[in-house]
Every structure is written in C-alpha cells, then in structure tokens.
C-alpha cells in the first residue's frame, strides 16, 4: 500500500506557465516532506522540503505548500522554464527528517515547453 | 570527492550470478542509504547506516540482498542469486547525519539480470 502518492504520471506545461505538482500521503505521523528532482541517467537531487508545522515554504521559483488536514502537499513552479523538464518526486518522512527510511512516491515527470 | 560516486553504473548478469554493487558517499557524511527504482516505480528504501550504529536493514527484500559499511565510508551492496525481478536501478545517497534529511544521491548503477 501506498503512503506517499503522486497520482499523476506525467505534466505538460508551456514555458512562463505556472507548473503544479501534487502529492498525497496516508500517514498522519509523516512530519517532513521533501521534493527531490531528478534528470536522465542522475541521482535525485533535494530541492525544496517544509515541516509540518509549516504550510509554506518558498524558494525563488519553487513553492511547496501542505495542508496537513487533507494529507496533501504541492508544489508549484512559476516561472516555469524548460530546464525544469524532470522528474519530480514527493518523500516524506516520520520522524522530524531523522528517520533513515524517507518514503518516495512515483514521481510526475514534468515537461515544459518552450 | 565532490559527489556520491557509485561502480558499475551498468551491470548486467546472468539470472543466478551473484554481484556486487559500490559506492563512494561524500567525504565527511555519516549516514548512507541504499534505494532502488524498478521500471515506472518510486524510490524504494532498502538500507541504510548512521555512523557506527547497526544498520536499519528494514528494506531489505529477502535474504539474498545484504550490504556492508567498511570503516565508515565505502559501501557495498550484494545481491546474491541474482532473480529477473531484482532489474532496477540501484540508488545510493549520503547525508551529513541521520538528522539532516538532505540527501545526496549518486547517478545510479543499472543492473540487469537475464
């Protein structure tokens, strides 16, 4: 079963556009949730994470929102940029990022173009 | 050196053939973590080591897979008897310790069982 779910596989978005990706997870004792982006043939790379006792969390073009009632975060992308064209993956983890174990979803590979 | 470095970053084996996959985390890190990616699946957590402490073998698949930490620094993961259905990549990342949830991931070893 699933704790961290990115239902969409794949976004298309025009450059200049705003890219939005979304992320659900199941369990309430998550705490920390990460956004890793990853290109062809790379590892991951970490990119933007908040706390739980935070609903906001900016970083130049990146946004990560989470609304701990519905069990969702975001993350959105404005200006979007065709350098963004990867894939993104959701994590959360549930001790206070401590825990060894993050759990990843699927990943959304994003596509922006020019 | 500057980042995680992981050898091979392609393998590929007979179906029964034991192999050994390596990585290099970055100098100074003290936690190191295994993942793989299977075709169109998330990142799965397989092991992971913090310092001198026992490692958190929770991932782990089966019997077969096992990994070792050799003076705090390099890490080899062994999959023995390799099966069709161990074909994934290999992911291998390091953070500065168990409380930093930024990790840093290597590029990977393909490993494909025939």
């Known amino acids: 079963d699933q704790q961290v779910k990115q239902n969409s596989p794949s976004l298309s978005v025009q450059e200049g556009r705003i890219s939005i990706l979304n992320c659900d997870y199941t369990n309430s004792m998550f705490d920390y949730f990460l956004w890793y982006k990853k290109y062809p043939a790379e590892g991951p790379t970490f990119l933007i994470s908040i706390s739980s006792i935070k609903d906001k969390n900016e970083d130049g073009r990146f946004t990560v929102f989470l609304n701990k009632s519905a069990k969702h975060l975001s993350l959105h992308i404005v200006p979007s940029q065709p350098g963004d064209s990867a894939v993104y993956f959701c994590?959360?983890?549930?001790?206070?990022?401590?825990?060894?174990?993050?759990?990843f979803g699927k990943g959304t590979k994003l596509s922006v173009k020019p | 050196g500057a980042g995680v470095s992981q050898s091979p970053s392609n393998k590929v084996t007979e179906k029964g053939k034991d192999v050994e996959l390596r990585c290099d985390p970055i100098s100074g890190h003290t936690a190191l973590y295994w993942y793989r990616q299977s075709l169109g699946q998330g990142l799965e957590f397989l092991i992971y080591f913090q310092g001198n402490s026992a490692p958190d073998k929770s991932g782990l698949p089966s019997d077969r897979f096992s990994a070792e930490r050799t003076g705090g620094s390099v890490s080899t993961l062994t999959i023995q008897r390799t099966q069709q259905e161990d074909s994934a990549v290999y992911l291998c990342?390091?953070?500065?310790?168990?409380?930093?949830?930024?990790?840093?991931f290597g590029s990977g070893t393909q490993l494909s069982v025939l």
């Open positions: 990342a390091s953070s500065e310790d168990s409380t930093n949830e930024k990790l840093f």
């Open positions: 994590a959360a983890s549930g001790d206070g990022g401590s825990q060894g174990n993050l759990i």
